[in-house]
């Protein structure tokens, strides 16, 4: 968990902190919290739900950890190179770099001030004749509140290009950039071909460098434009539109749950057996993506609700022969290896379903990102993690593992044996489940742990 506080806090609104939160996650974390505190209370008020506030602040003389300290004074625009949010750099060490798209917004990051900015720095500036700015608002409420205050007129005139609320190309449902040509996001991630592109130049960047880089056509940094910075002040009120907002069935039991072709029931997870025997279907390297075991993007999205034809994505980006191995085991056990921070990014549970339903029992990996771990003990997978290097080394894709009393180890203990029959070796592996995480793998998923609560 993170904890922010300190004076520069009053500098950050209720949506900037939202960001900062948001990708906490890519520092491992899975909660950071934020004071509830005069800023929350103003963000509140400005949407009709002032009543709502309440003061949350830590204890006078609380200790953390580990306690950091930012000088916000020394800070500089950074900007993160593919393809990776954590390789971050200044922008004046990339500035000059032709760019050849920006985009603005997604579903996950940016609030009003963030499109309200690009539009005040247009004022005077049109885009450059190379550069497609695209415009990916975060909801309907954002673009009737830029709508109302003009902002999207400006957008418009200036030569932005808008495009529906939602995840857009953020997950490459739309705006692909051109293949290796460079293209600017206020996102989250820029993990290899997450964008819809398979040789993508993807950076991240705020919404002042994006909208700088739009107007030069080259990376720049914002603090060296000829014109004063613009200053957004937030409105007091937002348009809330709550006409077509339709209340739920007050029983939820009378609602026909109606399915089309492509959707398809999940499919029945079993219990974990006394002992797991099977393949090595694919061994990777360090900070595997959520996106490169199952990808979104046009061709995968239309399937979410469809684990079998989703499936067949599994891990294509980096290995497109998985899918058919898989099949080849006629849904038998197969295992996973993989490097450090395996599952990093997003929180996509897909990238457990899938593998689970082609039928991986367990992952063994140097070490799990934290939302991804609790994703495979959900579905009933094993997330083991290595105590030795050289005993990752050792494996080999193709190699058989047994895992010869998993159900009664991870019952009693942290360890659990593993013996690599086709290299002729044995070692031990650790887990770091808790009981009710033991329980769902020992069941087989959260949902048959859920609905044997509502059978009671």
């Not at 929350?40 to 949350?56: D, M, N, T, Y």
Request: charged residues 20%.
């Amino acid at each position: 968990m993170l904890t922010y506080y300190g004076d520069g806090l009053q500098g950050l609104s209720a949506m900037d902190r939202h960001v900062i939160a948001n990708m906490g996650a890519e520092l491992g974390a899975t909660t950071s919290v934020f004071p509830s505190d005069a800023v929350l209370k103003a963000f509140l008020a400005s949407r009709g739900r002032e009543e709502a506030w309440i003061e949350l602040v830590a204890d006078e003389g609380s200790s953390y950890g580990e306690e950091i300290e930012i000088d916000l004074s020394t800070l500089v625009p950074l900007i993160a190179c593919p393809s990776s949010p954590s390789n971050v750099v200044p922008v004046s060490e990339v500035a000059g770099r032709p760019v050849h798209q920006c985009v603005v917004g997604s579903s996950a990051n940016p609030g009003l001030r963030d499109f309200a900015i690009v539009a005040m720095m247009l004022e005077h500036h049109g885009v450059h004749e190379d550069v497609s700015l695209d415009i990916n608002p975060t909801s309907r409420q954002i673009l009737e509140n830029l709508t109302a205050l003009g902002y999207l007129g400006t957008l418009i005139h200036r030569g932005a290009r808008i495009h529906q609320a939602g995840c857009g190309g953020c997950i490459g449902m739309g705006e692909a950039p051109a293949t290796q040509s460079i293209s600017l996001r206020t996102m989250p991630r820029n993990f290899p071909g997450r964008s819809g592109t398979q040789e993508d130049q993807v950076y991240l960047c705020s919404p002042e460098t994006a909208a700088a880089s739009a107007i030069t056509g080259v990376i720049t940094d914002p603090c060296t434009l000829d014109f004063p910075y613009p200053r957004f002040k937030e409105p007091e009120r937002y348009v809330l539109n709550t006409e077509a907002l339709a209340p739920p069935a007050e029983d939820g039991r009378l609602v026909a749950l109606i399915k089309g072709p492509n959707i398809a029931s999940l499919p029945e997870f079993n219990p974990l057996p006394d002992a797991l025997s099977g393949p090595v279907l694919i061994k990777t390297g360090n900070n595997v993506s959520t996106d490169e075991i199952l990808p979104a993007g046009a061709k995968v999205l239309p399937l979410r609700s469809n684990i079998p034809e989703i499936a067949k994505f599994t891990f294509y980006q980096i290995d497109s022969g998985y899918y058919d191995r898989a099949m080849q085991q006629q849904g038998g056990t197969s295992f996973i290896v993989g490097g450090e921070n395996y599952g990093q990014g997003s929180s996509r549970e897909h990238a457990a379903l899938a593998p689970r339903y082609l039928g991986v029992r367990a992952v063994l990996a140097k070490s799990f990102a934290r939302i991804h771990w609790q994703n495979l003990c959900n579905f009933g997978i094993v997330p083991l993690s290595f105590e030795k290097d050289a005993d990752y080394d050792a494996i080999h894709p193709g190699d058989w593992l047994t895992l010869p009393k998993i159900n009664e180890e991870i019952r009693s203990g942290d360890r659990v044996t593993v013996v690599n029959t086709t290299q002729g070796a044995s070692f031990t592996m650790r887990h770091a489940m808790t009981p009710r995480q033991v329980q769902m793998v020992l069941e087989g998923s959260i949902i048959k742990i859920c609905r044997n609560c509502r059978q009671k």
